[in-house]
């Protein structure tokens, strides 16, 4: 007659079972926490931009004149990358004393131009008109054209371009 010791609680067997699944479950988190933070964390960023932007040389815009000016700026969004388009307005008052507005209307977004026999801004969604300085004359928009703030680093004009 034989006796072997047997675990009121738990056999081998069960023991073996449980001390494998602890240590894989902790293998897989080592290995697999990181790899999600990974691909995940490019979608958690926010997307913000503070950049000054250069025009080019001052002389390139006559004065009393509103003179457009468009560029592209590379935006990355998680692991999308995209090309953004600009537009802009630059009135050259007197010497340095300038103003650069939007090129983007103030009610839906439509792109406006200048229209050089009548001195406007025409906005072509709802026939809005702003005058030179940038101010609603006619039309539905709520508020006059965005304004971008400037400043001139030796004969380049730069503009502070800020999303997000």
């Known amino acids: 007659m034989s006796s072997k010791y047997h675990s009121p609680n738990m056999d081998r067997r069960s023991f073996v079972k449980i001390v494998t699944s602890i240590l894989g479950t902790a293998m897989a988190a080592i290995v697999g926490l990181p790899m999600i933070q990974y691909f995940i964390s490019p979608a958690l960023n926010k997307s913000t931009s503070d950049d000054w932007i250069s025009l080019g040389p001052l002389e390139n815009y006559p004065l009393d ?4 000016f468009n560029f592209n700026m590379m935006r990355v969004n998680g692991w999308e990358r995209s090309s953004q388009s600009y537009g802009v307005f630059v009135l050259r008052q007197s010497g340095n004393d300038l103003i650069v507005f939007s090129d983007v209307c103030t009610h839906l977004s ?4 200048w229209d050089a026999n009548e001195e406007k801004y025409f906005c072509p969604c709802h026939a809005a008109f702003f005058d030179k300085d940038g101010e609603v004359i006619s039309g539905p928009p709520p508020r006059p054209l965005d304004r971008y703030e400037t400043k001139m680093e030796g004969d380049q004009l730069l503009i502070h371009l800020q999303e997000g």
């Not at 439509?110 to 131009?113: F, I």
């Open 65 to 68: 004149i509103p003179t457009p």
């Open 110 to 113: 439509c792109r406006v131009s």
